[in-house]
């Protein structure tokens, strides 16, 4: 296997761990590949629950670690962190027709109807899903 002779000079480099942990995803960044992805749970949950998403559309939190070799130093690892969600958008289901008009296709729909807007209900008090506790 090439390049094999180097990995293994650099296992025989004595390295002191007093103060370090081995590194894993449970305390990479001391803990930040973990804390970024429990605060991206809360808007998944709320989109999840949302009754103007589609319920067979999949949400996910997708986690990266991107590692590079440090240029001063062989045996140090420079690493970001990152964290995206997609979630399911907000739908509106309606109807218009279209026709010709002055030779143009036009559409045109019934005025006054809409349906409601995502979290927006007459007549009842919309309740916050953040937990303020």
């Not at 670690?65 to 309606?94: C, E, M, W």
Request: proline share 6%; hydrophobic share 30%.
């Amino acid at each position: 296997m090439q390049g094999r002779g180097k990995i293994q000079e650099i296992e025989e480099v004595e390295v002191s761990t007093e103060g370090f942990n081995k590194v894993s995803l449970a305390n990479i960044g001391n803990g930040a590949a973990i804390e970024l992805f429990d605060a991206e749970l809360p808007a998944v949950y709320e989109n999840l629950l949302d009754p103007e998403t589609d319920p067979k559309k999949p949400r996910s939190i997708r986690l990266e670690v991107k590692f590079r070799k440090n240029p001063q130093n062989p045996t140090l690892i420079d690493y970001d962190i990152s964290v995206s969600k997609k979630l399911a958008g907000h739908g509106h289901n309606s109807v218009f027709e279209i026709g010709m008009e002055d030779g143009e296709v036009t559409g045109y729909e019934s005025e006054g109807i809409q349906n409601p807007l995502p979290g927006v209900s007459e007549g009842r008090k919309v309740l916050s899903l953040h937990n303020k506790g």
